[in-house]
């Protein structure tokens, strides 16, 4: 993952029982990007300790999302150039699925699988871009407690802006 010497990570780490047992598409964390700003997503670690190593891989996709969901909790990212002197102007959110109002789905931009009881970095082929004002949303499709519910999940975003 080649990435500039100014650069964030976002950290999400979610206990079990969220995301909750449910056939819907759950969002792990959603990117706003600022006025004037874009954010470039070159990478992310993701890990799901998950409680059955026989089931299916877990589904997540990168897409736009038109609306911002509801009841969301913010995520700060860690600035990991000491010496930069700005402040990070776009937003983290993480949705809790039994609290929160699913942010309304747009354009899938890709869909990649990762094994419940495995980590893995995951690369997209180009860095994702989020442009000025565009929310582009991480999501988690269909947990359901046959396959393996109540996951620890952990994610680490690297990007800049």
Known sequence: MDIPSVYFTVPLELQPGAPTANPDPQTLIQCLAATDHRVIIYGADIGIAGSD??????????????????NGTSVTPTLHDRGYNESLESTFTHFNASTATEPTAGDVLITFALHRQGTAPWVPPDPLVVTTTERVGLRLHGVDAVQGNNPYIYLTLYCSE
Request: aromatic share 6%.
């Open 53 to 70: 190593p026989s089931t299916n891989p877990m589904t997540l996709s990168w897409l736009v999302q038109t609306t911002a969901g509801t």
